[in-house]
T-cell receptor, first 110, second 112 residues
Framework: AQRVTQPEKLLSVFKGAPVELKCNYS??????LFWYVQYSRQRLQLLLR??SRESIKGFTADLNKGETSFHLKKPFAQEEDSAMYYC????????????FGAGTRLFVKA | KAGVTQTPRYLIKTRGQQVTLSCSPI?????VSWYQQTPGQGLQFLFE???????NKGNFPGRFSGRQFSNSRSEMNVSTLELGDSALYLC???????????FGSGTRLTVV
């Protein structure tokens, strides 16, 4: 079955603390992995793509194929990072589509 | 450049009616996908189109249909509306699988 699992619905950290948002996936094939973010009253937007190996707004994500995980990390959380984060995978198995996890709401406290 | 545009922004319909939602992708993006977003189910995949061809469809009843035109603009239609169809419907476009999606603001459909 194709599935993206984000085990935490809510994650609360203090400003300046490290943050890790977990994402595990199940997929038959080689998917592309993404993280999307939705800030309050804004549209859902792409945060980063695994394929580009980039760091955006201090966030990085490491693909672990053995553990089928793609966790999102940031060493020092900022209040403006408070948002809803979605992990997603795209692939062609069973027809092209992108599926999303249920999302994790990150709350960064002052 | 212009982003993904969805119209209308809000709709209120009565049970049993039908509705058509429109999406204009970013210029040059040939892949368009539709999602239903609800608080309980999150983002659920509806369909994906590429160059006017539906490449995949999610687990939704046949009342949900869509199409893509030669200019990549897309529409989705929901017939015989039910209360449970109330949701935010999101459209997203992409130049290809590796690039990720750009999302529109969505159409908020309320069925009464």
């Amino acid at each position: 079955a194709q599935r993206v699992t984000q085990p935490e619905k809510l994650l609360s950290v203090f400003k300046g603390a490290p943050v890790e948002l977990k994402c595990n996936y199940s997929y038959s094939g080689s998917p592309e992995l993404f993280w999307y973010v939705q800030y309050s009253r804004q549209r859902l937007q792409l945060l980063l793509r695994h394929i580009s190996r980039e760091s955006i707004k201090g966030f990085t994500a490491d693909l672990n194929k053995g553990e089928t995980s793609f966790h999102l990390k940031k060493p020092f959380a900022q209040e403006e990072d408070s948002a809803m984060y979605y992990c997603a995978l795209s692939g062609n198995t069973g027809g092209f589509k992108t599926i999303f996890g249920a999302g994790t709401r990150l709350f960064v406290k002052a | 450049k212009a982003g993904v545009t969805q119209t209308p922004r809000y709709l209120i319909k009565t049970r049993g009616q039908q509705v058509t939602l429109s999406c204009s992708p970013i210029s040059g993006h040939r892949s368009v996908s539709w999602y239903q977003q609800t608080p309980g189910q999150g983002l659920q995949f509806l369909f994906e189109y590429f160059s006017e061809t539906q490449r995949n469809k999610g687990n939704f009843p046949g009342r949900f249909s869509g199409r893509q035109f030669s200019n990549s603009r897309s529409e989705m239609n929901v017939s015989t509306l039910e209360l449970g169809d109330s949701a935010l419907y999101l459209c997203a476009s992409s130049p290809g699988v590796d690039y990720g999606y750009t999302f529109g603001s969505g159409t908020r459909l309320t069925v009464v």
